[in-house]
Each structure stands twice: as C-alpha cells, then as structure tokens.
C-alpha cells in the first residue's frame, strides 16, 4: 500500500515529501479553504513539491456534469503530469468521470459510502475511487468493512484497473487495517504520519542510548 498525505498545508506536504513515505497528494475543497489561498495557486504549488498524482476537486458549487468536465480540465491543465481531477460520486459525476477519462484525464471518484458507488466509478472509467473510512465510523458503521468489500469485489473483475485510496483515514490503526485488506493507497492526515513514527519503547530507547553515550564520550 502506497501512502498520499490529505491535505492542503504546502508546510506539511514538503515535511512529507522530505520524509520520502509520500507517492501523492489529496486535497478536497474543505481543506484548500481551510488555507484561505487561491484555489489554482495551491494546486500548482503542491504539484511543484509532491512528483506524484494531486487530487484537485472541482468546485463544491459546481453539481451539473458540463460544469465539471469543464473545471476537470481546467485542474488538469495546470499540471498535466501530476493532476488527477476529483469528481463526486452522483450521476452527474460519473457523466464528467465517463468523459475526462475518454480523454485521458485521469479522475478519482470521491465521497464513495458503498460497494455499489465504487463499482459504478470503476465502470465510468475513474482511475481512483476514494471509499471514506472515518465518516463511515463517526456514524457507528464500520468503514473497514467497505474498504474490504471493495477489494474482494474489485479483485473478481482483473479488468477493472481502477486504485483504491483509503480516505477519511484519522488514526494509525486505520492505516493498518487498509494495508490488511489490501486497499492500493492510503491517503492520511500529516498527523497521522507523525503518530505512525513513534512507539513509546522508540522514544525512550533513544534517550538512553543518548544517556549512555553522554556517560562515556560526552557531548
Ligand atoms: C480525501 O480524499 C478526503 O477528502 C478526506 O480524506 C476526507 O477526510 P475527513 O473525513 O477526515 O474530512
């Protein structure tokens, strides 16, 4: 499983890259506002650090499939190596996802809740489709059920090329359990990333270690 870090904050996408754990970016419309920048402006700088796929979604406001293959290629313009346009899952957006992709424009269905919405973006052509974990858990329905359902229903079909990315991912256990049912990306939180580096026996092997070298050789 691959690792995309989720989120907008240029700050933590280059700590992420620096690290070398990160394949490619996600961003969605509440975290490019929570910058409070100009939506195109992040999506190109984020596409200069990460050398890898960049989710850019299209406009929350836009709901009509003309209106988002449109802006789809818009987002695709401002970076043909690396964007990746994120459609909605509604029936407008598998609209947009059959025509972008039609056009090589590769698209990552978004807000995905159900077997059944993921199968019908992988039919549409989606390159990604982005099953939601941790919304699905916060409601007292186990999201790790779905990202397992659609493994086991994609790996039946081989013809079926569409990635699974892990999304809505909020702890180190969530990202566990997506490498377990074998999802191919999980897209995470700069937090989550940080949480993942550490083990209470890591931190405190390090200060020892710090402790005996000092007794011996000093600074
Ligand atoms: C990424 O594709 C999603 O937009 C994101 O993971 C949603 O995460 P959240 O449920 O924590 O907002």
Redesign the pocket.
């Known amino acids: 499983m691959k690792f995309?870090i989720?989120t907008a904050n240029i700050e933590e996408i280059r700590k992420a890259n620096d690290m070398g754990v990160i394949a490619g970016v996600?961003?969605?419309p509440?975290?490019i506002a929570k910058e409070g920048r100009d939506y195109a402006t992040v999506l190109k700088e984020i596409a200069e650090i990460v050398d890898g796929p960049i989710?850019g979604?299209v406009k929350a406001t836009t709901v009509d499939a003309e209106g988002m293959i449109a802006e789809g290629r818009a987002i695709y313009a401002l970076d043909p190596k690396h964007m990746v346009v994120?459609i909605p899952m509604t029936v407008e957006g598998l609209k947009a996802i059959k025509v972008l992709s039609s056009e090589g424009i590769p698209t990552?269905c978004?807000?995905i809740f159900s077997a059944n919405q993921a199968l019908l973006a992988a039919r549409a052509g989606a390159t990604y489709v982005?099953p939601?974990?941790?919304?699905l858990d916060?409601i007292s329905q186990p999201g790790i059920e779905l990202i397992e359902t659609i493994t086991a229903m994609f790996s039946r079909f081989p013809d079926i090329k569409t990635q699974i990315?892990c999304?809505?991912?909020?702890n180190p256990i969530h990202v566990t359990d997506c490498a377990l049912a074998g999802a191919d990306i999980a897209?995470v939180?700069y937090k989550v990333i940080e949480q993942m580096t550490h083990h209470p026996l890591t931190d405190q092997g390090i200060v020892k270690f710090q402790e005996d070298y000092r007794k011996v050789f000093g600074e």
């Open positions: 995309f989720d996600t961003t969605n509440s975290l989710s979604e994120k990552n978004t807000l982005s939601f974990l941790g919304r916060d990315i999304a809505s991912v909020r897209t939180p």
